[in-house]
């Protein structure tokens, strides 16, 4: 008699920790499950950092418009590059293109290719797919309204991609890019010789995408890595060159 009362007590105890494994097994993959990533980036390309075109020579330099008080840097920039006689491409945006179509058309017209920043300046990786693609395609046909020509290449403002983005630039026929060198100008926006020095530190290879915006600093020092880029053997062109 005693026992069965012994080998009932084992068995509810043996009963209990069962239960008790089984349920903080289950509670952690759930958890586990519960804090995967939103996006994983699975049915689409994530953007380029660097050009794909073999033997292209080049290397890509880019430079983000935004905003609009950086005007006067836009016109610096394409005086130095036209005495260099450089092409690159100018990411703008949608509400910066339709507010100066007049220096739009010069970006075009003196060669340089014209990519999308989006309509508004804004985190992409935080909003849905639907406002990704609304803010894309606004800006896409504002951009190309002025300049009678499609526009390939997407970069979201700040580099921030989120899988909405990325499905939504890719629906709309661009191909998304980010970059591998960055200037940060707009941190030392009065100091060309601490940009270039930044630059100049960098692993400079065939179908590098160099990143700048418009400041004093890019307009002053913008001969200087072309230069360079030349030293390294390469020649200094827009992203179709290097794609």
């Known amino acids: 008699m005693i026992m069965m009362?012994?080998?009932k007590v084992k068995l509810r105890k043996i009963f209990v920790v069962g239960v008790s494994f089984f349920t903080l097994v289950f509670g952690m993959s759930f958890c586990i499950k519960k804090v995967n990533p939103t996006f994983n980036?699975?049915?689409v390309s994530l953007p380029y950092t660097q050009g794909t075109k073999k033997g292209s020579g080049y290397v890509g330099l880019t430079c983000n418009v935004d905003l609009g008080w950086e005007n006067e840097y836009v016109e610096a920039i394409l005086d130095a590059l036209k005495k260099e006689d450089v092409k690159i491409t100018f990411n703008v945006t949608g509400k910066w293109a339709e507010k100066n179509e007049e220096l739009l058309l010069r970006i075009h017209k003196e060669g340089h290719e014209v990519g999308n920043?989006?309509?508004k300046h804004l985190d992409y990786a935080k909003i849905s797919y639907?406002?990704?693609?609304?803010?894309?395609?606004?800006?896409?046909?504002?951009?190309?309204?002025?300049i009678k020509q499609e526009t390939k290449f997407f970069q979201a403002p700040a580099g921030s991609f989120g899988e909405g983005t990325l499905k939504a630039a890719n629906e709309l026929g661009y191909t998304?890019?980010?970059w591998n060198i960055d200037t940060i100008d707009w941190q030392n926006r009065k100091e060309p010789e601490v940009v270039f020095e930044r630059v100049k530190k960098k692993d400079i290879v065939?179908?590098?995408?160099i990143l700048m915006h418009p400041t004093y600093a890019t307009s002053e020092c913008i001969d200087e890595i072309i230069a360079l880029i030349k030293e390294r053997g390469?020649?200094?062109?827009?992203?179709?060159?290097i794609f």
Not at 131 to 143: A, C, L, V, Y
Not at 234 to 241: E, N
């Open 5 to 7: 009362v012994l080998n």
């Open 41 to 43: 980036f699975t049915d």
């Open 117 to 119: 920043h989006g309509h």
């Open 130 to 146: 639907e406002e990704n693609f609304n803010q894309i395609s606004m800006s896409k046909k504002i951009i190309e309204d002025i």
């Open 176 to 178: 998304s890019i980010k």
């Open 206 to 209: 065939e179908n590098s995408i």
């Open 234 to 241: 390469f020649k200094a062109g827009r992203l179709s060159d």
